[in-house]
């Protein structure tokens, strides 16, 4: 059975624990799970070799697996600050901090804020604004701004 023969439910909050989830423990089945074959993740502040827009699950999982494999961060929990909700009753706006330790610094705090919005129980829609400069420290780099 393949996940878009599925039924999903949840709503977003619902669906964005599944998320964190699947960034802590990462699994590309349940990051598979958690977005819809033609979800679009962006993020709209980005770094040299990030690209600013992802669109469909396949191309936003295949990055982030590559980005697990390669990189130093490895997310441990979150830590919400606030969730805010719109007029759209699938659409809500999160104020969080991953929380987790890096190979070359020891232990991150990421600040950044998503808008998520699902449908049917998935991702859609995915604006990742991170906090670019708390990422490259966390890699243990230095950003100039």
């Known amino acids: ?3 878009e023969s599925l039924a999903f439910t ?5 669906v964005l624990e599944k998320f964190r989830r699947a960034a802590i423990s990462q699994s590309v089945d349940e990051m598979n799970r958690v977005y819809a074959p033609d ?4 993020f709209p ?3 040299p070799g990030v690209p600013p827009r992802l ?18 961060l490895k997310y441990e929990r979150y830590r919400t600050l606030a969730v805010h909700d719109t ?8 104020e969080q901090e991953a929380l987790g330790t890096s190979s070359t610094i020891g232990a ?12 049917e129980g998935q991702i859609v ?16 780099v230095t950003l100039e701004v």
């Open 108 to 119: 991150f705090a990421l600040p950044n804020i998503v808008v998520l919005t699902v449908r």
């Open 1 to 3: 059975m393949t996940s």
């Open 87 to 94: 007029g759209d009753p699938n659409t809500i706006v999160v």
């Open 10 to 14: 949840g709503d977003a909050r619902e």
């Open 125 to 140: 829609h995915l604006r990742d604004y991170v906090n670019i400069v708390a990422a490259a420290a966390a890699r243990g």
């Open 45 to 47: 502040f980005t770094r």
């Open 55 to 72: 669109e469909g699950r396949e191309a936003i999982v295949t990055f982030m697996a590559a980005s697990w494999s390669a990189g130093p």
């Open 39 to 42: 979800a679009v993740h962006e």
